[in-house]
């Protein structure tokens, strides 16, 4: 009988920046997939529909074919088990969840959010696990679905076992156990009728015929959960296999963040690293070459790719190795035409120069003005001094302050032209009770490196919404940085003055 074949899969969520860590991940599952001569599947889980938007979908694709990171099957080229949009398969998760109700292996929870904190507070106060009341657990199904045609409020709960352990077999980590008293009835399909990430995942997986389930490791502890739905459902599980978490290069090592590095794939493209010197840095992470070279390509990775030789040992994200390395890339792999296409392609071609030239030309006197007044459209980090970062009546922390506010708006911002970034400085000026003129002083000195340059709103969209983050993030640390208490307090002044949350 011949082995099925291994199909894998990475699953981003659309809700933001495309990730170094969601690289990471896939390039680990499309090197297991070729050296098996597997297929490698892309799924967008857009579920959470506040967050989502196609803008963050086209991104992810995007960086991960610039990574040279080609799927078999997904959202933009189909396959035999689409759709690859969660949100397209609700009707699905919903068979599934109607099915886990009829036997008895989920519920209807009908408690409030004020009564579901109350049962927390009297857990805490108990020394219990958060866990769930057993009135809606122990409701019968007859009751239950009465409730629910008579129009009350739902989400779907599954049912895990309250006493025993749960027996995890990792490929990477071995056996791992964990009680089933320390987990909790998991939600599984929303009151908005769109599945939690668990249901969707497993329904998926199987479904897509996934045979291994490469991920982080961050989610080691909801295997239990997805053990226990293959089980109800009557299906195989797959091999699980969950990958170190990328680390800061910091005394702690601490988890990647992009507070301590840039994160997203579109920074380094646009900060002029080389794809395939990128992909080299994330492929030795958490793996080695024969010999322990350093600088390999895809191809040569996938001859001598196993996965079971990768590393647990916390994978640092250094950039200065990363820069290091892309430096070798520029002076071993390019001779002069080969890096003059390489700088077209990546910002002095013609696109990009007639971008500018529209904002630039006003203020020349001579040609050779071009290159002061515009070098921080081709630049990484500009000159910048903590004195030059000022705005009246502010002291530095208050500035820095003024400045993650402008990150967080940002951040949700989807559209990225100079219109819209216009509107969200003078929403910005008006809650911080500023004169928008008095407020974008420091934002000139923080993204240009002077007080006068090119119209900010439209060099802020010639220079993208990466770039821009990051160079307001390296402001933040010449002012003194932001503490995650001042960080905390933050976000609530935040959430008061934009509503919602950031």
Same mark, same amino acid.
Not at 208 to 220: L, N, Y
């Given at each position: 009988?011949?082995?099925?074949?291994?199909? =894998?899969?990475?699953?981003?969520?659309?809700?933001?920046?495309? !990730?170094?860590?969601?690289?990471?991940?896939?390039?680990?599952?499309?090197?297991?997939?070729?050296?098996?001569?597997?297929k490698?599947?892309?799924?967008?889980?857009?579920?959470?529909?506040?967050?989502?938007?196609?803008?963050?979908?086209?991104? &992810?694709?995007?960086?991960?074919?610039?990574?040279?990171?080609?799927?078999?099957?997904?959202?933009?080229?189909?396959?035999?088990?689409?759709?690859?949009?969660?949100?397209?398969?609700?009707?699905?998760?919903?068979?599934?969840?109607?099915?886990?109700?009829?036997?008895?292996?989920?519920?209807?929870?009908?408690?409030?959010?004020?009564e579901?904190?109350?049962?927390? &507070?009297e857990?805490?106060?108990?020394?219990?696990?958060?866990?769930?009341?057993?009135?809606?657990?122990?409701?019968?199904?007859?009751?239950?679905?009465?409730?629910?045609?008579?129009?009350?409020?739902?989400?779907?709960?599954?049912?895990?076992?309250?006493?025993?352990?749960?027996?995890?077999?990792?490929l990477?980590?071995?056996?791992?156990?964990?009680?089933?008293?320390s &987990?909790? *009835?998991?939600?599984?399909? +929303?009151?908005?009728? %769109?599945?939690?990430? !668990?249901?969707?995942? =497993? =329904?998926?997986?199987?479904?897509?015929?996934?045979? !291994? =389930?490469?991920?982080?490791?961050?989610?080691?502890?909801?295997?239990?959960?997805?053990? #226990?739905?293959?089980?109800?459902?009557?299906?195989?599980?797959?091999?699980?296999?969950?990958?170190?978490?990328?680390?800061?290069?910091?005394?702690?090592?601490?988890?990647?963040?992009?507070?301590?590095?840039?994160?997203?794939?579109?920074?380094?493209?646009?900060?002029?690293?080389?794809?395939? /010197?990128?992909?080299? %840095?994330?492929?030795?992470? @958490?793996?080695?070459?024969?010999?322990?070279?350093? +600088?390999?390509?895809?191809?040569?990775?996938?001859?001598?790719?196993?996965?079971? *030789?990768?590393?647990?040992?916390?994978?640092?994200?250094?950039? #200065?190795?990363?820069?290091?390395?892309?430096?070798?890339?520029?002076?071993?792999?390019?001779?002069?035409?080969?890096?003059?296409?390489e700088?077209?392609?990546?910002?002095?071609?013609?696109?990009?120069?007639?971008?500018?030239?529209?904002? /630039?030309?006003?203020?020349?006197?001579?040609?050779?003005?071009? @290159?002061?007044?515009?070098? %921080? %459209?081709?630049?990484d980090?500009?000159?910048?001094?903590?004195?030059?970062?000022?705005? #009246?009546?502010?002291?530095?922390g208050?500035?820095?302050?003024?400045?993650?506010? $402008?990150?967080?708006?940002?951040?949700?911002?989807? *559209?990225?032209?100079?219109?819209?970034?216009e509107?969200?400085?003078?929403?910005?000026?008006?809650?911080?009770?500023?004169k928008?003129?008095?407020?974008?002083?420091?934002?000139?000195? $923080?993204?240009?490196?002077?007080?006068?340059?090119?119209?900010?709103?439209?060099?802020m969209?010639?220079?993208?919404?990466?770039?821009?983050?990051?160079?307001?993030?390296? /402001?933040?640390?010449?002012?003194?940085?932001?503490?995650?208490?001042?960080?905390?307090?933050?976000? #609530?002044?935040?959430?008061?003055?934009f509503?919602?949350?950031?």
């Amino acid at each position: 009988m011949s082995k099925p074949e291994t199909r =894998v899969r990475i699953a981003p969520s659309p809700t933001g920046d495309p !990730h170094v860590g969601t690289a990471y991940q896939a390039l680990y599952n499309y090197a297991f997939a070729r050296t098996r001569g597997g297929k490698f599947i892309l799924r967008i889980e857009d579920t959470d529909q506040a967050r989502s938007s196609p803008e963050s979908e086209r991104a &992810i694709l995007s960086s991960l074919r610039w990574l040279g990171l080609e799927w078999d099957e997904g959202p933009d080229i189909g396959g035999p088990h689409g759709p690859y949009r969660q949100s397209e398969r609700t009707a699905i998760y919903r068979e599934h969840a109607a099915r886990l109700l009829e036997s008895g292996h989920a519920y209807r929870c009908y408690c409030t959010k004020e009564e579901l904190e109350q049962m927390r &507070i009297e857990q805490r106060e108990k020394k219990l696990p958060a866990l769930f009341d057993e009135v809606c657990r122990n409701r019968s199904l007859d009751e239950s679905s009465r409730r629910a045609e008579a129009g009350d409020a739902y989400v779907i709960r599954m049912k895990v076992p309250r006493d025993g352990v749960c027996v995890i077999k990792d490929l990477l980590h071995g056996e791992i156990r964990k009680d089933w008293a320390s &987990i909790d *009835d998991q939600i599984i399909i +929303k009151s908005d009728g %769109f599945p939690t990430y !668990h249901l969707a995942n =497993v =329904v998926d997986d199987h479904l897509m015929g996934i045979t !291994h =389930v490469i991920r982080g490791e961050e989610w080691i502890n909801s295997v239990p959960k997805h053990l #226990k739905l293959y089980e109800d459902l009557g299906w195989e599980a797959p091999v699980f296999c969950h990958l170190p978490l990328l680390r800061n290069a910091d005394k702690n090592k601490s988890k990647l963040s992009k507070r301590k590095n840039p994160t997203s794939i579109e920074y380094y493209r646009r900060a002029g690293f080389l794809p395939q /010197a990128l992909l080299n %840095f994330l492929g030795m992470l @958490g793996w080695s070459m024969p010999g322990d070279e350093e +600088k390999f390509t895809l191809d040569q990775m996938l001859e001598h790719f196993r996965l079971e *030789d990768i590393n647990l040992g916390g994978p640092v994200f250094d950039v #200065k190795k990363l820069r290091w390395l892309n430096g070798r890339y520029i002076r071993e792999d390019h001779d002069a035409p080969a890096l003059r296409e390489e700088l077209f392609k990546w910002a002095l071609g013609p696109e990009m120069v007639e971008k500018i030239i529209p904002l /630039a030309q006003p203020r020349l006197e001579t040609l050779a003005d071009w @290159g002061f007044l515009t070098a %921080f %459209f081709f630049a990484d980090a500009v000159p910048c001094q903590a004195e030059e970062l000022k705005l #009246k009546g502010h002291d530095a922390g208050e500035v820095a302050e003024v400045f993650q506010f $402008a990150i967080w708006q940002l951040e949700r911002q989807r *559209d990225f032209r100079s219109e819209a970034i216009e509107l969200l400085f003078k929403e910005l000026a008006e809650a911080l009770e500023l004169k928008v003129r008095v407020l974008l002083g420091p934002f000139y000195v $923080a993204l240009s490196g002077k007080a006068a340059s090119t119209p900010l709103y439209q060099s802020m969209e010639i220079l993208g919404s990466d770039m821009v983050r990051m160079r307001l993030r390296r /402001a933040i640390e010449l002012l003194g940085g932001l503490s995650s208490k001042k960080l905390k307090a933050l976000e #609530k002044r935040y959430e008061d003055l934009f509503g919602g949350t950031r």
